[in-house]
């Protein structure tokens, strides 16, 4: 079973679309809502759907200590967070997890699209292979939503580190999860998520806190180089895909 924590605040107006969106996975889920401090209807709109497993945050650390309380109050040997403004292709995530499942791996991901929302448009944005190598240089070679990984992994790391990462504590996770050499990854070259892109949320709103948190994450090799052959192989899955 896989378990998908979304972690919330204020957000009635998208919440409940992704809700549906994870109502139509055909593999074995659970949906954990974690709260943190909700008051523009966002509570509502969840209550309406018996299924999911509403919790409220116990701190005050923002949103990763919320993810943190979902994981480790979930049920599934594989987990993931969808953030409450984005929406899963369940065809697609069904077979990511098949994927992870099949190759006994301990993270998987996949490509996603980004959905400009002020300026009405979606952009494909692929994956690419050799994660362990991009992540080793500081470099997130996914989309955060369109990755998937074992519970398993996720207790040997020491879960999120979230007292220190506010805004990018998924690329400390997956970057620390990078460096253990016996991680299997397994990469499915297909769409299981719509990342929504708003001006308003709390990376883009942040940017000089985000500079800080790269500065604090494990960067060896983020050079012009990597760089040039992310971009590559980017631009050589597109061509692919059509």
Request: proline share 2%; aromatic share 12%; glycine share 6%.
């Amino acid at each position: 079973m896989i378990s998908i924590v979304t972690p919330v605040l204020n957000c009635s107006i998208f919440i409940e679309q992704t809700i549906r969106s994870i109502q139509k996975l055909t593999c074995d889920y659970e949906h954990i809502i974690v709260d943190g401090g909700s008051t523009d209807g966002t509570l509502e709109v969840i209550e309406k759907y018996g299924h999911i497993k509403l919790l409220h945050q116990n701190g005050s650390q923002g949103m990763y200590e919320a993810i943190d309380q979902g994981i480790l109050a979930s049920s599934g040997s594989i987990v993931s967070w969808v953030n409450a403004d984005d929406i899963i292709i369940a065809e697609k995530y069904d077979e990511l997890v098949q994927e992870m499942e099949l190759k006994k791996a301990h993270l998987g991901y996949s490509d996603a699209l980004y959905h400009f929302i002020d300026s009405y448009r979606y952009e494909f944005v692929p994956a690419v292979p050799f994660a362990i190598y991009f992540l080793r240089r500081g470099i997130m070679p996914f989309v955060q939503p369109s990755s998937i990984f074992t519970k398993e992994l996720y207790r040997q790391l020491g879960g999120l580190n979230f007292k220190t990462f506010k805004i990018i504590g998924d690329r400390d996770f997956f970057q620390r999860a990078a460096v253990i050499d016996t991680l299997q990854i397994a990469y499915l070259p297909a769409v299981t998520t719509v990342f929504m892109r708003r001006d308003d949320t709390l990376y883009y709103a942040n940017q000089e806190r985000v500079s800080v948190e790269r500065s604090l994450t494990k960067r060896t090799e983020d050079n012009l180089f990597n760089r040039l052959l992310l971009h590559l192989l980017r631009f050589v899955r597109r061509v692919v895909r059509g």
